[in-house]
């Protein structure tokens, strides 16, 4: 990996991302559930939560971009993890039942307002160093290890995840995760400086994310938080409705999935750096990856969620790595524009997770919840939109 990064900046950071999500998977897959759990399984209260999260990212992204030209991104992303464990630490609580009756929505307004600011100080810095710090000729590798290291979370996390809260109950879980976070900042601390400063006023990065120029990459990129917020909230929701509330079998079942797609995912970064991998795989992919949904609509045994899982964490390989690389790769040559670049990435994104949620959200109250995986499928077909963006960009 040495030929393909700025070592060891890349490393310190791929080091830092690890210390963040290897213990994030302990509760990851349990958070709609214990939303819905707290709120005596309300389909809704998921939906309405992470919506709220994710609008307030959205308005406050140009503004905080702005902020981090005081602050400094390194500052910024060890100061994430701060904000990280607090999330953490409020959500514990509300599972102690500190904010019981009316004082629940303090709570809830706490744990929200300190995951947009985590989002905040470690999103923006996060994706400019990923770019920053990788070489194009290889950066599908790089992107690979990244995301094989998030898979590897994957199996392990879900499972021993359920154990804990089989065992001990969410805020033992979540007090886990939210000492670990902190470790974090050791390794983003240790981060190279980065002189990237942020133009762009509030105004003018909502024209421009609508603008002509990008609006491939922008609608590229509100399927691509579509499709995500689905896996994110819904299946989990589904997965533990159909194994009748066990949070041991959802663990379990969650791991298997992830456990089986760690090779493909080495193999995929591998393919991506061919000279025309990206936009290929890409193409076959968001078709694989429809399916992948259309399919999870019809499971109604444990042995089907394995089956269909399995085979759309194998679809998405070829949709999650070439969309980041073909970012990353637009980013990186956008010169001094790579913050400006990231800021519409990120706003784009949570459009497409508040849009999507909507609609679960509507769809809940009409059909089974399932039927949300059919505008996971559509967001899936759009995700070629970016490619489209990635052919425009290489003339």
Known sequence: MSDSTTFPGFYRLFSGRALLTLPAYLVGVFMPIFLYELFNRSEVAPFLFYTVGYSLYLLLLPFGARTLNKRGYRLSIAMSTVWNTLYYAALAALGLGLFAGDYIWLGLGASVLAIVLFRLHYWLPYHVEVASLTRKQNRGRAVSLILSMITVAGVFGPFLGGVIIEQLGFPIAFMVVAGASLLAAIPFSLLPKQHEHYDWTYAQTWRKLVSKKYRPLTLAMVANGAENVVGIVVWPLFIYLLLNADYLAVGAVSSLIV??????????????????????????????????????????????????????????????????????????????????????????????????????????????????????????????????QHEVHRV
């Open 259 to 388: 456990g089986a797609t760690i090779a493909l995912q080495m193999m995929a970064g591998q393919h991506l750096d061919a000279a025309r991998g990206r936009g290929n795989m890409l193409r076959v992919g968001s078709v694989l990856a429809a399916l992948g949904w259309i399919t999870k609509i019809f499971v109604v045994s444990a042995f089907q969620i394995f089956v269909a899982g399995l085979y759309h964490n194998f679809a998405r390989i070829f949709t999650k790595t070439p969309v980041d690389t073909i970012y990353y790769d637009i980013a990186a040559d956008s010169g001094h524009y790579i913050d400006e670049l990231t800021v519409l990435r990120e706003m784009a994104i949570q459009i497409g997770r508040i849009l999507a949620l909507m609609g679960a959200l509507l769809l809940s109250l009409l059909v089974a919840v399932q039927w949300t995986f059919a505008l996971a499928a559509v967001a899936a077909l759009i995700l070629n939109a970016l490619y489209a």
